[in-house]
């Protein structure tokens, strides 16, 4: 009915049949989705201010959803970032609101004033975050214990800037390509113990890794510091991740400060000879997917520190081996304290096309069933999200002798349903009705159920 109305409100003011017809047709495309895209102005300290708000269509106004605020670069704009990060289409899955606010003018650029380089500008940018923040929170029903802050590049400070000076409110945040100018880093007087996770490549031409004694802090001093507040453990873990992609002419390092307060951790991404970029997303760096890696962090923590309290300066290891007997698997698994296990599983394989592809799976596995170098007897679905196909392994490549598989779909309906008896076997998804969530449930040959799996169709 909303959506109705505004496309007549247009059409009073245009007269224009057309016109009317491709704004009614658009309007009530997203009403069909059920995702609201919401395009506004605050006025704050005299100045208007514009910003996208993005709600999924999960959202239900008896459940309060975090809130993840994303921050463009310099020069760029909202709806660049809106359009370039892909935090909507994780939204979608992960039933958050995501705002994009749009930095004013200095000098006919866009920018946020986080102090030293950017020389005098006289904008309250963390004034008009916390405005923002209350606006969208009485306009949409926000979990205020979930607040998280994200940005890139001139983003990525002020992302930092709120972990200083506006953490009562602000749960973690994360900044890729972006540091700390030594006006925030002095002034720095966060309110409680902030998880943090930077991204960023050794060869940024714009934000050097290493530091610029006249305007930015290095990469090391921002991990010091919020490591060192946050009371972590001295020395940081670290990983080389798989190198799925030879040609981006980069690879991954990961790193994590354990053991923080309230469970909090510091946690790096060092693309090696990655530069100015978003990682994952079509240029620079294509071994992670920053995004996703970004709201897996937000996701662990709220304004309390971790959700879960997970977290431990003892028994963290990684340990590698190596699989080759029916298709490539390259397993770093992480053992973040005595319970939880994060395996990174790579697998290559050839698509409907037979081209070859490779995928990350990310598997939660129980200590108890770490039995090296078989990891799980249970199901493996990638890539998941999946568009077009799916394949599935039992991850120990054994055959699965006239076990049933069956999927369905959200609304508990048979989508697929067929035996099988292979190591592997290859699902076309396309005709299962249209993006959501689905569940596959595999069964032995006496009908019992032995394992379920969640999957994404985008």
Same mark, same amino acid.
């Given at each position: ?305 971790? @959700?879960?309290?997970? %977290?431990?300066? +003892?028994?963290?290891?990684? /340990? #590698?081996? $190596? *699989?080759?007997?029916?298709?490539? &698997?390259?397993?770093?698994?992480? @053992?973040?304290?005595? %319970?939880?296990? +994060?395996?990174?599983?790579? /697998? #290559?394989? $050839? *698509?409907?096309?037979?081209?070859? &592809?490779?995928?990350?799976?990310? @598997? ?95």
């Amino acid at each position: 009915m909303n959506c109705f109305l505004i496309a007549i409100f247009f059409y009073k003011m245009k007269s224009n049949k057309l016109y009317l017809f491709f704004v009614i047709n658009i309007l009530i495309s997203l009403s069909l989705k059920g995702q609201q895209i919401i395009y506004d102005t605050i006025t704050h300290d005299s100045l208007q201010r514009n910003y996208i708000v993005y709600v999924p269509a999960s959202y239900n106004s008896a459940n309060p959803m975090p809130l993840v605020i994303s921050f463009h670069g310099y020069g760029s704009n909202a709806t660049n970032n809106f359009n370039a990060s892909n935090f909507n289409g994780i939204a979608d899955t992960a039933g958050f609101i995501a705002v994009y606010p749009q930095g004013a003018l200095r000098q006919g650029s866009t920018h946020w004033n986080v102090g030293g380089w950017v020389f005098g500008s006289t904008v309250d940018d963390i004034g008009f975050t916390n405005a923002l923040i209350d606006t969208v929170s009485s306009n949409y029903s926000v979990d205020s214990n979930r607040i998280y802050s994200v940005g890139m590049s001139n983003g990525g400070y002020m992302s930092i800037l709120l972990a200083c000076q506006l953490s009562h409110r602000i749960a973690a945040v994360a900044a890729i390509a972006g540091s700390m100018t030594f006006q925030t880093f002095n002034a720095c007087n966060p309110q409680h113990p902030t998880p943090l996770m930077q991204i960023h490549g050794t060869a940024d031409g714009f934000v050097p890794y290493n530091g610029n004694i006249f305007w930015t802090k290095s990469i090391n001093a921002v991990l010091q510091y919020w490591s060192s507040y946050n009371n972590c453990c001295s020395a940081a873990t670290t990983i080389n991740l798989p190198d799925l992609n030879t040609a981006d002419s980069s690879t991954v390092e990961y790193s994590i400060y354990n053991g923080g307060d309230n469970g909090t951790t510091v946690e790096h991404y060092k693309v090696i000879g990655g530069g100015h970029s978003w990682p994952g997303l079509g240029s620079g760096n294509m071994d992670i997917h920053a995004s996703k890696e970004i709201w897996k962090f937000f996701n662990k923590y709220d304004l309390n520190g971790s @959700i879960n309290n997970q %977290n431990n300066c +003892t028994d963290t290891t990684f /340990v #590698t081996y $190596y *699989d080759t007997t029916f298709i490539t &698997v390259y397993d770093s698994i992480f @053992i973040s304290d005595t %319970n939880y296990v +994060t395996i990174y599983d790579t /697998v #290559t394989h $050839y *698509d409907s096309l037979l081209v070859s &592809v490779t995928d990350t799976l990310i @598997i939660n596995v129980n200590l108890s069933d770490f039995n090296a170098p078989n990891i799980s007897n249970t199901l493996r679905i990638y890539p998941n999200p999946a568009i077009d196909v799916v394949f599935i392994d039992n991850g120990n490549f054994t055959l699965m002798s006239d076990y049933n598989l069956k999927i369905l779909n959200s609304l508990g309906q048979e989508v697929f349903n067929s035996f099988i008896n292979t190591a592997q076997f290859q699902i076309p998804i396309t005709n299962f009705g249209g993006v959501g969530l689905y569940h596959i449930k595999l069964y032995d040959n006496s009908g019992s159920l032995i394992d379920t799996r969640k999957l994404i169709i985008q």
